[in-house]
């Protein structure tokens, strides 16, 4: 399978869960997968890589730790989308995707990832559209 040019960001304290993740995700063609286990250490990431998409958990070194993730990856336009185990978290509280631990299967991740790169796109596609109108 050829490379992928997009980069994803994992973000989750769980190192094998992660190396799960990452050893799917290349399998699917995306080399520039990585990795991060503290809220602290995905945020510097985020401008060091600017990666295409950014996978979360929610809990790690505290109950804010993804939140703190979430909030600045959209901040800086990036697409996110929440992993969690978390059974009480709802899709409705959170301003991007969710996807429960439980529930994960390859072909979901696949789907999953595949969606949210395919708006990506059509999000800077109109965005270039958008410019080129007014040029």
């Known amino acids: ?10 973000v ?4 094998v869960f992660v190396r799960a993740l990452t050893r ?16 602290a250490q ?3 990431l985020l ?8 996978l979360s958990d929610m809990v790690m070194e505290s109950h804010t730790a993804g939140l703190r993730v979430v909030e600045a990856a959209m901040q800086r336009g990036l697409t996110v989308a929440v992993i ?3 059974p009480t978290l709802e ?7 969710l996807l429960r631990k439980g529930q ?6 696949s789907r999953l990832v595949n969606e949210l790169l395919d708006e990506r796109r059509q999000r800077n596609l109109d965005s270039l559209r958008a410019v080129e109108s007014v040029a």
């Open 12 to 15: 989750d304290d769980d190192d």
């Open 84 to 86: 969690s185990g978390m």
């Open 91 to 97: 899709p409705h509280s959170l301003p991007c995707r």
């Open 42 to 44: 995905a945020v510097a």
């Open 1 to 10: 399978m050829n490379a992928r040019p997009e980069s994803i960001l994992l």
């Open 24 to 39: 799917h995700l290349r399998a699917l063609g995306f080399h520039f997968v990585y990795r991060a286990g503290t809220a």
């Open 104 to 109: 994960l299967t390859g072909a979901e991740l």
């Open 47 to 54: 401008d060091r890589i600017q990666p295409t998409l950014v």
